[in-house]
Antibody, heavy 122, light 108 residues
Framework: EVQLVESGGGLVQPGGSLKVSCGASGFTFSGFDIHWVRQASGKGLEWVGRIRSKTNSYATAYAASVKGRFTISRDDSKNTAYLQMNSLKTEDTAVYYC?????????????WGQGTLVTVSS | SYVLTQPPSVSVAPGKTAWITCGGRNIGSKTVHWFQKKPGQAPVLVIF???DRPSGIPERFSGSNSGNTATLTISRVEAGDEADYYCQVWDSDSDHPVFGGGTKLTVL
């Protein structure tokens, strides 16, 4: 059974940092790109960024709203992806989801994690 | 960047048909996916590649895509279908996915 499990969310002050994780099981993690998508309370889904597979040189890309502040990485030996969030702003408060993608742009996000809540507040 | 426009809300009586639209410039030339999102739950893929249903999704869910509008159709709507629905495409110019703003489906 394919599973994605996010962890590491919590309360952080504005300007602070937090690193959340996405643990995977039930599929060949190394063969998939991992994307992060967030949803603020009462808002829609917003793409945050992605890291490609080793085949595509672990290339990363980010939404303009987080570029320069967020970094995505992965450890295929641990079947885990990470989202390092620095210089956090109150508007970064959201549930953060990881989802897998096979790397072909037209393909869907077929499995998602349950999400982890990140709250940025003083 | 590419913009997808969805109506904020759609209401339908049980047993009737709901149509949720997703507008975008020449969206018919793109591949559209649809997700169901309930509070506190992960998004669920309900339609992919415009018209295909993942295993486990009822046949009541169907999709179409032409011109400037993609449509998610839910036939014989049930109370359990009440959720937010999001369309998604890949923006080739920016090389990243784009989501519509979401449509809240209310079952009367």
């Amino acid at each position: 059974e394919v599973q994605l499990v996010e962890s590491g969310g919590g309360l952080v002050q504005p300007g602070g940092s937090l690193k959340v994780s996405c643990g995977a099981s039930g599929f060949t993690f190394s063969g998939f790109d991992i994307h992060w998508v967030r949803q603020a309370s009462g808002k829609g889904l917003e793409w945050v960024g992605r890291i490609r597979s080793k085949t595509n040189s672990y290339a990363t890309a980010y939404a303009a709203s987080v570029k320069g502040r967020f970094t995505i990485s992965r450890d295929d030996s641990k079947n885990t992806a990470y989202l390092q969030m620095n210089s956090l702003k109150t508007e970064d408060t959201a549930v953060y989801y990881c989802t897998r993608h096979n790397g072909y742009s037209s393909s869907p996000f077929d499995f998602w994690g349950q999400g982890t809540l990140v709250t940025v507040s003083s | 960047s590419y913009v997808l426009t969805q109506p904020p809300s759609v209401s339908v009586a049980p047993g009737k048909t709901a149509w949720i639209t997703c507008g975008g410039r020449n969206i018919g030339s793109k591949t559209v996916h649809w997700f169901q999102k309930k509070p506190g739950q992960a998004p669920v893929l309900v339609i992919f590649y415009d018209t295909d249903r993942p295993s486990g999704i009822p046949e009541r869910f169907s999709g179409s895509n032409s011109g400037n509008t993609a449509t998610l159709t839910i036939s014989r709507v049930e109370a359990g279908d009440e959720a937010d629905y999001y369309c998604q495409v890949w923006d080739s110019d920016s090389d990243h996915p784009v989501f519509g703003g979401g449509t809240k489906l209310t079952v009367l």
